[in-house]
């Protein structure tokens, strides 16, 4: 089985602008949840969608948004980008929510 | 309040060394995963426990209850094992919260 893929691997944007991220999960997994690592405040959980719908949500402001389509694919959006909003953007896949989570190799989005 | 903490932050060993690494953690949970993550940023989950033990080849995990700790231990230590080791918690809340990590680098 192919692993979980994100899309792109590397990303530069100025602030102000927006950026939509792609994960997806592997084949069967149906629960898609997004992490934010920085070196200051670590790994930070962002959402977590299943079948679909957003059922859990870290404590990021509304500029972080995401999505799930009927193929489990996920995508977030960070609209009006900030220097701080530069991190490593890592998505992990499970089968159902609450088991093992198979992570991606992170998109590294750099905002100048 | 959820809160995880994690120790030592950092730590250095030699090759064949016993190795420990603590998470402490302040409500009940429904889980703990430990994870790896290797320079780079790639990122593998070892572990994901509710209760007692699981081993994986040199790696044990345990988890106490009642005590609210969890401890991965890492037998034979081996260079290929130097990674960030990071305990993340999901609470009865559903709020899942990550511990800062642990630097581990191991010497031939």
């Known amino acids: 089985k192919a692993g979980v893929t994100q899309t792109p691997r590397y990303l530069i944007k100025t602030r102000g602008q927006q950026v939509t991220l792609s994960c997806s999960p592997i084949s069967g997994h149906r629960s898609v949840s997004w992490y934010q690592q920085t070196p200051g405040q670590g790994l930070q959980f962002l959402f977590e969608?299943?079948?679909?719908?957003?059922?859990n949500k870290g404590n990021f402001p509304g500029r972080f948004s995401g999505r799930q389509f009927s193929n489990s694919r996920s995508e977030m959006n960070v609209s009006t980008l900030e220097l701080g909003d530069s991190a490593l953007y890592l998505c992990?896949?499970?089968?159902?929510?609450?088991?093992?989570?198979?992570f991606g190799p992170g998109t590294r989005l750099t905002v100048t | 309040k959820n809160e995880v903490e994690q120790s030592p932050q950092n730590l250095t060993a030699q090759e064949g060394e016993f190795i420990t690494i603590n998470c402490s953690y302040s409500?009940?949970?429904?889980?703990l995963h430990w994870l790896q993550q290797h320079p780079g940023g790639g990122i593998v989950s070892l572990f994901m426990?509710?209760?007692g033990k699981k081993k994986h080849g040199r790696l044990i995990a345990t988890i106490n209850i009642q005590e609210k700790h969890s401890s991965l231990h890492i037998t034979a230590s081996h260079p290929r094992d130097s990674a960030v080791y990071i305990c993340?918690?999901?609470?009865?809340?559903?709020?899942?919260?990550f511990g800062t990590g642990t630097r581990l680098q191991v010497f031939p």
């Open positions: 409500v009940g949970i429904s889980a």
């Open positions: 992990a896949s499970s089968p159902v929510p609450f088991y093992e989570q198979y």
């Open positions: 426990l509710s209760s």
């Open positions: 969608y299943f079948s679909e719908t957003q059922r």
């Open positions: 993340a918690v999901r609470f009865n809340t559903d709020k899942l919260i």
